[in-house]
């Protein structure tokens, strides 16, 4: 029993071990591409933000709308971007979260909660994909933890 017990330890040792390099690389990836992809959109298309303005929260709603909408494409253009490197991931975690919660009073708030009717939902879950990586960082194989390595002295 000692020997399979010692089996097992060693086993969950090396998946620990895995997981501190690799598990937030999913979460990592996944944020990146959907941020990406509203990026793009944004970048390649006209500047709606007109036509939602006075439904954005404070202090959202005194910025003038092409600040906004610069902000929010180059946000969604460099954030994944550094997700990919993990690269200043606490940061541009936050700054998404941010901008998530900026679209969900301002656009997805009116629509319900469910994903097929434009709702909060998906919205939501992208928050909640951000908690770990606010909370744990991206893990090993990322640039923060290279820069912190080899700059922060312990």
């Known amino acids: 029993m000692t020997g ?3 089996v097992v330890q060693k086993s969950l ?3 620990n071990w895995l997981g501190s390099y690799l598990s937030m690389l999913p979460l990592r990836f996944l944020l990146a591409y959907e941020f990406w992809e509203s990026g793009v959109e944004k970048y390649n298309g006209e500047n709606w933000f007109a036509d ?3 439904q954005f929260p404070w202090p959202f709603d005194v910025v003038p709308v092409d600040i906004s909408w ?3 494409t180059w946000f969604e ?9 993990g690269l200043a991931t606490r940061f541009f975690s936050v ?3 941010i901008l998530t919660l900026v679209a969900i009073v301002a656009v997805h708030l009116g629509h319900g909660y469910t994903i097929s009717e434009g709702g909060w939902k998906l919205p939501l879950m992208y928050i909640v994909m951000f908690v770990p990586l ?3 960082g991206p893990g090993k194989l990322s640039l923060d933890c290279w820069l912190s390595r080899r700059f ?3």
């Open 134 to 136: 606010i909370l744990s």
């Open 77 to 85: 253009l460099i954030g994944p971007i550094a997700l990919v490197l």
């Open 152 to 154: 922060v002295k312990k």
């Open 52 to 54: 939602i303005k006075d």
């Open 13 to 15: 040792g090396g998946v």
């Open 70 to 72: 610069a902000l929010s």
């Open 95 to 97: 700054s998404l979260v």
């Open 4 to 6: 399979l017990i010692k």
